[in-house]
């Protein structure tokens, strides 16, 4: 790959996708293919084709996908098992009739057992049940794993997949009915703070341990692994630590200026005790993260706390 290649981002309005486009041109690569959805449906096969032969990408970096909190995913079960089955299996199929170089699919961490021990190595993939709740989104991710290697091994394509852990970062979600933890407590405690409440509500026991990276360091790491890594195997991508959701709200409390209560409503469920990724395949080819969660939780909050998302009112 280098700066002449012609490199298609799918899914580039996205939080990962949108990262992906930031790190290819901080690394001097011009030819960058993007399309939105309405300009090219991806659950259709007829377009996806088209799309292929007439802009012939090089590289394809795999990172649209169907997408939503646990209501959504629990909620609309076929809808999210569909469009994400035909989303992957368009662009992996057309990347290999149209003769892309290399591709790398992005999976998700909910791809492995609900039980599986800590921290979660690649080869603990389909060694139990998955978490109910998203089974139809990780069944979904694992497909695109296994399409990814048995294009390899029919046809010997250059496609490799990465799963990344808890993302956040610019273009997150902080709609409080759907968004995920991390963004959740900023536009909380920001709420908090910026309407003088003695107290910000936390569901659960705050005991549970999450891993948080920062989308920037996931694209570093994705071109990283573009240039650099060309096996079967699929890599964990994180930082290779976690905290607990109370030092995630301490945190966010410290970032935001929060000095009231920290409530912790213990009727809520916790959720899966940990959930951290074994990132040692990763370190070993030599790469590891940058943006530390302090440092990171800070950026996004000076980034996003005068934007219309945080625009709450009383």
């Known amino acids: 790959m280098n700066a002449n290649s012609r490199i298609y981002v799918a899914g580039h309005r996205g939080m990962v996708g949108s990262a992906i486009v930031r790190a290819l041109k901080d690394n001097g690569f011009s030819e960058i293919i993007t399309k939105t959805s309405t300009e090219l449906d991806l659950t259709n096969q007829s377009d996806v084709n088209s799309f292929f032969k007439e802009e012939k990408p ?13 209501v959504a995913n629990n909620t609309y079960r076929a809808q999210f098992l569909y469009e994400n089955l035909m989303i992957e299996s368009n662009v992996v199929h057309y990347s290999h009739e149209h003769d892309v170089k290399k591709m790398l699919f992005l999976g998700s961490s909910c791809i ?12 603990y993939l389909l060694q139990g049940y998955l978490e109910p709740t998203n089974e139809p989104y990780a069944i979904a991710k694992i497909a695109g794993i296994k399409l990814a290697e048995s294009y ?15 993302l956040y970062g610019p273009n997150d979600n902080y709609d409080l009915k ?7 407590l900023l536009r909380k405690f920001h709420d908090a703070t910026i309407n003088n ?12 341990r999450r891993e948080f990276m920062h989308v920037d360091d996931l694209a570093d790491a994705c071109v990283f692994l573009m240039k650099n890594y060309d096996e079967s195997q699929f890599v964990n991508v994180g930082v290779g630590n976690d905290v607990s959701i109370k030092e995630l709200a301490e945190i966010v409390a410290e970032v935001t200026g929060f000095g009231g209560e920290l409530k912790f409503d213990t009727s809520k469920p916790d959720g899966t005790p940990r959930k951290l990724m074994d990132v040692s395949k990763l ?17 996004v909050y000076e980034s996003v706390k005068d934007s219309k998302e945080f625009a709450i009112s009383n």
């Open 283 to 299: 370190h070993s080819l030599g790469w590891r993260h940058k943006i530390e969660l302090m440092e990171g939780v800070k950026s």
């Open 152 to 166: 390899r091994h029919q046809y010997g394509c250059n496609f490799i997949s990465a799963m990344p852990t808890n």
């Open 58 to 70: 090089e590289f394809v970096f795999m990172a649209a996908a169907k997408v939503g909190g646990i």
């Open 178 to 184: 759907n968004s995920h933890v991390l963004p959740a």
């Open 112 to 123: 492995y057992p609900k039980l599986a021990p800590q921290p979660l190595k690649e080869e």
């Open 197 to 208: 409440k003695d107290q910000v509500e936390i569901w659960g026991t705050g005991s549970p």
